[in-house]
């Protein structure tokens, strides 16, 4: 029997959030698709419209990708190009990771701030079909680049906790 590697309770509760806008997004989009072909089928008078299948499946995803984002930086998979760190020695490498790391946070920050404002200069605009605030939404950026900055950070801290400032060298 394999041992299962524990996660902090965090990304489970990101995992599993993002579990549920996933079910929610693939669930509006079947919907979407099987009230379109009815007519097809069953002819004019099968026609049902389910306006608000387009605006959930939409908000959906965009709370599923924040928590993706997140969930991405906690694990390291963001996609990096390492051409010019291998091409440095050790000693540089550290500094430059670290480097990456500031830009990582700066970067979080940004969406910190200008998420909050966004989703404060939306506070009073309401969805035609689901009749939910579009800040609900746009709050998902500064919600999901808080998480990101924390698994920044923690991951920051993994790495250069351990290590002098060397690089190991």
């Keep these: 029997m394999t041992e299962q590697k524990h996660e902090p309770r965090l990304i489970a509760l990101e995992k599993s959030l993002g579990g549920a806008?996933?079910?929610?997004?693939?669930?509006?989009?079947?919907?979407?698709?099987a009230t379109r072909l009815l007519p097809r089928y069953f002819g004019a008078s099968a026609v049902i419209s389910l306006p608000w299948t387009e605006e959930l499946s939409r908000f959906a995803f965009v709370w599923l990708l924040m928590l993706g984002a997140s969930v991405g930086i906690y694990n390291q998979e963001h996609f990096a190009l390492?051409?010019?760190?291998?091409?440095?020695?050790?000693?540089?490498?550290?500094?430059?990771?670290?480097?990456?790391?500031?830009?990582e946070l700066i970067f979080v920050g940004f969406l910190i701030k200008y998420g909050y404002l966004m989703a404060e200069m939306v506070w009073g605009q309401v969805s035609p079909a689901l009749g939910l605030r579009y800040a609900y939404v746009y709050l998902s950026v500064p919600v999901g680049a808080c998480l990101m900055g924390i698994h920044a950070i923690g991951n920051m801290v993994k790495?250069?906790?351990?290590?002098?400032?060397?690089g190991g060298v």
């Design 82 to 103: 390492t051409i010019v760190r291998d091409a440095v020695p050790k000693a540089v490498q550290w500094w430059m990771e670290l480097l990456v790391y500031v830009f």
């Design 21 to 33: 806008f996933f079910a929610v997004l693939i669930l509006s989009i079947i919907l979407q698709v």
């Design 159 to 166: 790495r250069y906790a351990s290590q002098p400032t060397t």
